[in-house]
């Protein structure tokens, strides 16, 4: 991955979290649920600077660690803005409410770029009473280093015909995509994302960590026989460097 070899590397931490680290050093977590059944063992420790999270929605599969992380290392979180005003609450100071088309600079030169997502988002805070209470809609990231190098972070989502404006739009160098299926897309819908979305890698996410979500890379692969398209596997903990 030519672009990351300035000193970049994405680490996936399981389910659909993911620790940036840019080439030039800056520390960007994606929806960093870090207790998830395959958290790699140390990753949490090996966190020793966040400059930026990225939380796409508020499940709690998603928004994770999001408050401790962000007060722990004052760390800027860009977010739809109602989720905003909620984490404001929960005292993570350096909220960057935004909305769908709008492009924030976070950690001093990196872009995150907010996109759409066909899912729901709400989160149970037991304070607040049984039921989820609304934290604005689902998004997705496309998140730019400083070298350039585009990354888009679907979220939880299925496939939508818009893709293909992200891809036209923004083209993302990786993308990084839902593939469990019953909460999200599967690996047939993945296929068309990733075909709409005109990028030639593909890291799959959100699928093993529950008894629902029961689409592979085997089957993502199949469905993308001939495109051309690099379905890059990690295991929990594995880079792309």
């Known amino acids: 991955m030519d672009s990351f070899l300035g000193g970049g590397r994405i680490t996936w931490l399981g389910h659909a979290a993911f620790r940036v680290d840019s080439v030039g050093g800056k520390v960007v977590l994606i929806d960093p649920w870090l207790s998830n059944p ?7 420790e090996a966190l020793t600077r966040v400059d930026a999270i990225l939380p796409t929605h508020a499940h709690g599969d998603h928004l994770g660690d999001t408050v401790a992380l962000a007060k722990r290392f004052h760390a800027e979180v860009p977010c739809i803005a109602e989720l905003g005003h909620y984490l404001r609450a929960q ?7 935004m909305n769908k088309g709008g492009t924030v600079t ?13 899912h729901s988002s709400g989160y149970v ?28 972070h679907a979220g939880d989502t299925n496939v ?7 891809g036209e739009l923004y083209a993302p160098d990786i993308v990084l995509l839902p593939i469990g299926g019953n909460y999200t897309m599967g ?7 990733a075909r709409l979305l005109a990028s030639k890698r593909l890291l799959p996410m959100h699928y093993g960590t529950g008894s629902s979500l029961l689409g592979t ?3 993502l692969r199949a469905e993308l026989q001939g495109s051309g398209i690099e379905v890059a596997e990690l295991e929990p903990g ?4």
């Open 38 to 44: 395959k958290m790699p063992a140390g990753a949490r």
């Open 91 to 97: 005292g993570v100071e350096k909220t960057k409410p």
């Open 106 to 118: 976070i950690a001093g030169d990196l872009k995150a770029t907010m996109v759409s997502a066909d």
């Open 125 to 152: 805070d037991k304070s607040l009473g049984p039921l989820p209470v609304y934290l604005g809609e689902p998004a997705g990231f496309v998140l730019e280093l400083e070298n350039g190098f585009r990354l888009y």
């Open 160 to 166: 939508f015909g818009d893709m293909k404006l992200i």
């Open 187 to 193: 690996p047939r819908e993945a296929a068309k994302a």
């Open 217 to 219: 890379p085997a089957e």
């Open 238 to 241: 594995g880079s792309l460097t």
